[in-house]
Structure formats: structure tokens, C-alpha cells
């Protein structure tokens, strides 16, 4: 194996995601490719897409994100637009999007190795540009529960094969807590990031909101 393609350590520190190391990934979260999610409940995946967007934005790393014949299959949520409004999604016929010139160079330009993948379909248009990544030397995570298939075997049997090719499963809310990592050493983001977790994160969120609740009532909010 050459040293370009050596696979990354799945344990020790540097296994873990920080915000200057990665790039997020979003593919083809669009009207026509939800009209065909059976894995996960549709409104489940925009909420944690969403979520896993704005987190990305909030603590500046880079987001690449793509299409697959829009004029056909819909354009990007309305969430993920309202978050990088001033960014196009780059529009491709490639099913694989790590064929498509234009959307690996948008990944290169980040100059990131470790990648968080999220889309539709988990056993297409994800699993197919993270094993070609992952076989390139990219460190690939895929973000499960923002990513669904048509079905749930198909979902579980995509992640699976992921797995199998050393790619890393995590869900939004691990992602979130691995880039914020020390609350203390984070403060600028720490407010923000409670308020993603509030209006995302169903009971962690509640949990989060009844927290703040206790410090305001203590004066410590």
C-alpha cells in the first residue's frame, strides 16, 4: 500500500474529529431522493442534517455540497440553503459524486483529510464516493442518522459495507460534541451550539434547555 493511501488509526486522540481537521460533505439531500427514504422517518433526516449544517457553519469548517441532476431530482432542503444561502450546491450526473472532477477539486480546495460524509442514498450516492475516498487516503466518517436508504436493509447493509471498508459510522449529535470537545475552551460557540442542541436535539436538547433553566434560576446562565 502507498504511503498516500495508508489508512488512518481508529484509535488514540487523533482519531477524534476537531474542527480544523475536517470537511463536511452534504450529497444530495433533495426533494426526489427524500420522496424514496424508507430507513429513517424523512423529517427525522432534515432535522439532523440541518442541525449537523449549522454546527459546520458555526465552527468554520469547510462544507462541500452537491446535487445529482437538480433539474430533475429537486433542488438541496430548504434548511441546508438557509444555512450556506450564498452557496450553490455543485450540480452533477455522476452518481458517484468522487467521479465528478469539480466535486472532488471543492474537497481538495478545503486541504482536509478526515471528510463527514451525509446523503441520500446511504447505499448509493454515499457509499459510493466514501469507499472511493477512503481507498484514496482520506479519513471518511459518515454521519448515519443525517444519511438514509430506500429502505432499512439497504441503510444497514451500505453502512455495513462502510464499515467493512474502514470508513467510521457517527451520528450528528457525536459530531457536534467531538468539534466543541472542552465547553470551557470553546465559550464563543458554547451559547450557539446549546441553541442547535435545543431546537435539534429533541431529548438531549430538553435536557440541555432544562439545564440552562437551572443556572438562569441559580444567576449562573
Not at 481507498?135 to 467493512?164: F, K, L, N, P, T
Not at 450528528?172 to 464563543?188: I, K
Request: with cysteine; aromatic share 6%; hydrophobic share 45%.
Amino acid at each position: 500500500m502507498s504511503a498516500a493511501a495508508k489508512q488512518p488509526s481508529y484509535t488514540g486522540l487523533d482519531a477524534l474529529l476537531t474542527p480544523e481537521d475536517c470537511a463536511l460533505l452534504l450529497i444530495d439531500h433533495q426533494g426526489a431522493q427524500f420522496a424514496n427514504l424508507h430507513s429513517h422517518e424523512p423529517q427525522l433526516i432534515v432535522n439532523n442534517v440541518v442541525a449537523l449544517a449549522k454546527t459546520a457553519k458555526l465552527l468554520g469548517v469547510p462544507t462541500v455540497l452537491t446535487t445529482v441532476v437538480a433539474a430533475r431530482s429537486g433542488n438541496i432542503i430548504g434548511g441546508i440553503h438557509d444555512v450556506f444561502p450564498d452557496q450553490p450546491p455543485i450540480d452533477r450526473t455522476f452518481i458517484n459524486a468522487w467521479q465528478d472532477a469539480q466535486f472532488v477539486n471543492a474537497v481538495k480546495k478545503t486541504g482536509r483529510k478526515k471528510l463527514i460524509m451525509a446523503g441520500l442514498w446511504t447505499e448509493v450516492c454515499v457509499a459510493m464516493p466514501a469507499i472511493q475516498a477512503q481507498g484514496e487516503g482520506y479519513d471518511v466518517y459518515v454521519v448515519s442518522d443525517a444519511s438514509g436508504g430506500v429502505s432499512v436493509e439497504a441503510h444497514a447493509m451500505s453502512m455495513d459495507r462502510m464499515i467493512q471498508a474502514g470508513i467510521k459510522p457517527i451520528t450528528w449529535l457525536a459530531v457536534l460534541c467531538e468539534w466543541q470537545r472542552d465547553w470551557a475552551a470553546r465559550p464563543d460557540t458554547m451559547g450557539q451550539l446549546t441553541g442547535i442542541l435545543i431546537e435539534h436535539g429533541g431529548s438531549s436538547g430538553a435536557a440541555f434547555a432544562w439545564g440552562y433553566q437551572l443556572l438562569a434560576s441559580a444567576g449562573k446562565a
